[in-house]
């Protein structure tokens, strides 16, 4: 069983993996592309934020002169340029007096350069020395030094880089988190999408390999949906019934092909046990024995030739083409004339082209034309052939619109209602005809021949006496 399903379980694999991987890689880039963007948003909101406070004390300092002791922590009220910085933006302070000494350390305490110590002696208020990255006792910092002026010192202003790194790692995170968590969803969901898939593709490998190991074609097909699996599994179906039907056909031609050839290759066995006393016999006898020979090996070749014919009428090899039916029927016709020197009329009306193959339409034509003249041997009335295409008006009587119907219509002794409805099975003869030559396969072939070109066999009572008996094909 294991081995039987591996191939689909390995598609069921395939679909998963493929349904993981077009989730993961959408998801990676849609993480990646929403990560980048608000990583972007947050450092360029946090350097505004900066800028602008740098921009406040800057503008500050030009409009009125500052000392550092202006910018105390100690501010009772609160209500200083110190507590100005700091309020919105969350920033860390540290204020420079003359030289660049540090009046009020920040915290933690910022570290002073040369550059800062120089600003801190600056005459003009309002210069400013940018570094955008400085490390400080807990971190890294993005610092500003802003000179008041006079060489009265400066301040420094820093924003620390982590806390938007600690958010952006956070947001990365959570990211991670949700792309993980959306493969494993579309690993889970691919698995139940690709079982629920190849579940009646497994089933339906199933029967395939039943077939192939046992041979048995009847074994049910599960056909559900209405989908490309559904459509295969119902075409599979048919198929099966079509083998099956085939083989059923088969065995039914052989088992009666074996019953019908036993009784002419028995009465062959006899008359050639007879042979060995040839001598014994008298001239008579001897001609009858010969007689009787020649009719059975006749009988035996008709009936071999029959059989060829119905096995080529199943197996449709004779390629389709557009063909006349008048023409076959006339070409029939004018063989039957000359092998039973019995007079047949052809009547031919309507369109009577169709796409079929000629040979077996032919077949069934001359199969109908010599089993009405073997049962109508002393009829004084000719054998009436008629062909009635499609017309421009209403159809035919009894055929089917867009159908050609064959009719032969003879005098003869008729046939009884009880076998008028197993005429054409195979090797069937009626009790009255049994003493007749012939196989009992010529009408078969005709519904075979008919049934293959889209039409049914008929057979009825002929009024006035006789019997009609025809196809319809093209339909």
Known sequence: MSRRLRPLSSLRAVFTVSFAAVAAAVTVLVGFLSYDAAARLVRVDQQTVFAEVVQDLRDEVRARPLRPADFAVSDPDHDGPLHDIIRPSRTDVQVLGPGGSVVDPGNPPLPVTRQDRTVAGDPAAGRIEEDRDVEAADGRYRLATVSLGGGRGAVQVAQQFSDTEDLLRELQQRTVLLVGAVVVAAGLFGWWLARRITRRLVRLAGAAEDVARTGHLGIQVPVTGHDEVGRLGRSFDRMLGRLAQSEEDQRRLVQDAGHELRTPLTSLRTNISLLR??????PEMREELVADLALESRELTDLVNELVALAAGQSDTEPVRRVDLAELAEDAVIVARRRTGREITLVATGDTALDGRPAALQRAVSNLVENA????????????????????GPA????????VRVEVRDRGPGIGADDLVRVFDRFYRAADARSLPGSGLGLSIVREVATAHGGTPFAHARDGGGTVIG????G
């Open 277 to 282: 006393r040839i001598d014994e016999l008298s």
């Open 373 to 392: 003249a073997k049962f109508d041997r002393g009829g004084g009335e000719p054998i009436e052939v008629v062909v009635t295409g499609r017309p421009g």
């Open 396 to 403: 035919a009587p009894g055929a089917r619109p867009g159908t």
């Open 471 to 474: 196809f319809t094909a093209g």
